[in-house]
């Protein structure tokens, strides 16, 4: 396991774009598959993209597809997402994950490390 930790949440505009980062504190982050998760109000948690340990490979939820970008930077420790034209239905609490192996899978028990979470709220 790795302790992750989120910055970059807040109240954005709709339309806006918005980038939240995550930064790991151990050096072994770099062989995890990295993600992110969100848990909208009053709905369960849910997948919204990942990346394999060399930043080559992406998966993304439907929803979001098109509309956000994961990458990571090994030398930082970090993995972004980048949110482009924010709708309302962004609003959510955002989870970084990681986890073991090289599938990267859009469930929660792929991933054995999770972030506090940080809240992104998009209203005008």
């Known amino acids: 396991q790795v302790s992750l930790a989120e910055s970059g949440g807040g109240l954005v505009q709709p339309g806006d774009s918005l980038r939240l980062s995550c930064t790991a504190s151990e050096p072994t982050f770099g062989n995890h598959i990295a993600g992110w998760f969100r848990q909208p109000p009053g709905k369960e948690r849910e997948f919204v993209a990942a990346?394999?340990?060399?930043?080559?490979?992406?998966h993304y939820g439907d929803s979001v597809k098109g509309r956000f970008t994961i990458s990571r930077d090994s030398a930082k420790n970090t993995v972004d997402l980048q949110m482009y034209s924010v709708i309302p239905e962004v609003t959510a609490v955002y989870y970084c994950?990681?986890?073991?192996?090289?599938?990267?899978?859009?469930?929660?028990?792929?991933?054995?490390?999770w972030g506090q979470g940080t809240q992104v709220t998009v209203s005008s």
């Open positions: 994950v990681a986890g073991p192996g090289n599938i990267l899978r859009d469930d929660i028990y792929g991933y054995n490390s």
């Open positions: 990346i394999n340990q060399g930043g080559i490979d992406t």
